[in-house]
């Protein structure tokens, strides 16, 4: 009886264990996946530029939206 008890006490252990190591996976993965899109510009962001071209300035607004809306790049110049 006491080495039932033990086995079922190192199985649920066992699980435990899985468990929390495949929570702290998932976790991980998570963080990695989310830094990754801020990091490639993946969510919406707006970059301003200024560029110097044949002395006349140019305003070069792009704008980049999240791949799950499908929206591609705008890109807005503007001379001046």
């Given at each position: 009886?006491t080495?039932?008890?033990?086995?079922?006490n190192?199985?649920?252990?066992?699980?435990?264990?899985?468990?929390?190591?495949?929570?702290?996976?998932f976790?991980?993965?998570?963080?990695?996946?989310?830094?990754?899109?801020?990091?490639?510009?993946?969510?919406?962001?707006?970059?301003?530029?200024?560029?110097?071209?044949?002395?006349?300035?140019?305003?070069?607004?792009?704008?980049?939206?999240?791949?799950?809306?499908?929206?591609?790049?705008?890109?807005?110049?503007?001379?001046?």
């Open positions: 009886m080495s039932v008890l033990l086995g079922m190192l199985r649920l252990n066992f699980s435990l264990s899985l468990l929390i190591v495949f929570d702290f996976v976790i991980l993965h998570e963080f990695i996946c989310a830094s990754k899109a801020c990091f490639f510009g993946l969510v919406r962001q707006e970059i301003a530029l200024v560029l110097y071209q044949n002395r006349s300035i140019q305003f070069v607004t792009a704008t980049r939206k999240d791949h799950k809306n499908n929206v591609q790049n705008s890109f807005v110049v503007s001379n001046y």
